[in-house]
């Protein structure tokens, strides 16, 4: 299999659903996936037999009816057997299922997606699921460990001011930090503070071997 598969527009009303197909679409959902299509356009084909059989694609197929459109993109599988289009049509959706989320990480893409003035629902999360996951982020800023007065000195609060153009730079250093297990301490309890030492250890440590 070394041709690469080619998108071709065709008649949505020439798709035919696969009558054994086991997975399920609710309303709801093909409307999340309607209104997605409308944000973000139809980037992810509707994948075909070719006698024009969907293999992959029943929720986007529903979801252009919803939209009244005309035709969608297409990729023909023709190189798959019959008893491969079946296996594939199980493994295209259950695969999926398999993946995690790192949960950190998706809070601070959703919360700067949100800055953006983006509806985070377009990305298929709950309204309740997001603000669990924001309010991850909400109970990290706020994390710092109560203290006594003998202790508080042990712990300082630094503010900043930085560009735009910046903030993207350190976010991503920080989230990068803490994405290699730089997150945690056990003298700090606040997964920013620590990611930015490390980060500092680490400049300062080529510093000085480059002395």
């Known amino acids: 299999m070394n041709q690469i598969p080619e998108v071709k527009m065709r008649p949505l009303e020439a798709l035919i659903p696969y009558a054994r197909n086991a997975r399920s679409h609710s309303e709801a959902q093909v409307e ?7 944000e973000f356009g139809f980037n992810n084909p509707i994948l075909i037999k070719d006698d024009l059989t969907v293999i992959a694609g029943h929720g986007r197929l529903a979801a252009a009816k919803k939209l009244g ?3 969608v993109p297409t990729i023909c599988l023709a190189h798959l057997s019959p008893t491969q289009v079946r296996a ?5 959706n259950k695969l999926a299922l398999n993946a995690g989320w790192d949960e950190e990480m998706l809070a601070l893409e959703l919360a700067e997606i949100k800055d953006e003035d983006i509806d985070l629902e377009l990305l ?3 309204k309740e699921e997001t603000d669990k996951l924001l309010g991850l982020l909400d109970a ?3 994390s710092m460990p109560a203290l006594s007065d003998e202790e508080r000195p042990a712990f300082q609060q630094k503010t900043f001011v930085l560009h735009n153009e910046q903030i993207e730079e350190v976010d991503e250093a920080i989230t990068l930090a803490k994405s290699l297990g730089h997150g945690q301490s ?7 503070g620590n990611a930015l030492a490390y980060i500092c250890q680490f400049f300062n440590r080529q510093k000085h071997d480059n002395e």
Do not use: C, H, M, P
């Not at 056990?186 to 920013?192: D, I, L, T, Y």
């Open 32 to 38: 999340q996936i309607a209104a997605s299509i409308r």
């Open 69 to 71: 459109l005309k035709e």
């Open 88 to 92: 594939y049509i199980l493994a295209d």
């Open 124 to 126: 298929g999360f709950s």
């Open 140 to 142: 990290e800023e706020v």
């Open 186 to 192: 056990a003298v700090n309890e606040n997964g920013n």
